[in-house]
């Protein structure tokens, strides 16, 4: 098709339109093999039906197994760990926690600092939406000393093995290994 814009024009666009033309033909081609998909299970006979519904309806019992467990360790809630009767009962929760989740977040807050705040109301909607993943915070305030009714001792140890330096900081705990911390607003534009 000669548009009367001279033979440059015309190369460039018989160039183009090949181009589209063979984009065009994979897509169908790629179209008409899920078509042929989908016509093969119409053409099966009821025993494959039969054995995919299996597989899948095993699949779907699996994935609730899974989610029923998560729910049972805590997964889907946002909950303060607890330090109970003992100081030292905030670090034993926290590694059995963690024993128990292949991932975990961890908010490492104090009352008195406003900025944790806003990473309580986010990890509280978040929770529920990722149930894969427990979430969890632990008070560090009084850490330093056990008599101010704070943490205690378990978490003062895990301040301090852990490196907790800013309030708030967010730990990210994958297969038992904390990966990253997130220590302020900074990582997520300093605000």
Not at 41 to 56: Q, W
Not at 63 to 79: F, I, S, V
């Amino acid at each position: 098709m000669d548009l009367g814009f001279g033979s440059t024009n015309q190369v460039v666009g018989n160039a183009a339109s090949a181009s589209i033309l063979s984009a065009a033909r994979a897509q169908e081609e790629a179209i008409q093999s899920e078509i042929s998909k989908y016509d093969s299970l119409l053409d099966c006979n009821d025993g494959e039906l039969e054995k995919l519904r299996e597989r899948r309806l095993a699949q779907m019992k699996n994935a609730a197994d899974q989610r029923r467990k998560w729910l049972e360790n805590g997964h889907g809630t946002y909950d303060e760990l607890q330090s109970g009767q003992h100081g030292g009962d905030v670090a034993k929760s926290f590694f059995d926690a963690a024993k128990k989740s292949n991932r975990m977040v961890v908010h490492f807050y104090r009352p008195t600092t406003w900025s944790c705040d806003s990473f309580h109301r986010a990890l509280a909607d978040l929770a529920p939406k990722h149930p894969e993943t427990r979430f969890a915070k632990i008070n560090v305030e009084g850490c330093d000393d056990v008599r101010e009714g704070g943490g205690g001792v378990g978490a003062k140890y895990l301040v301090e093995k852990l490196g907790v330096v800013v309030m708030p900081t967010l730990l990210i705990v994958k297969d038992r290994k904390a990966v990253h911390q997130l220590r302020g607003f900074d990582e997520l534009g300093g605000r």
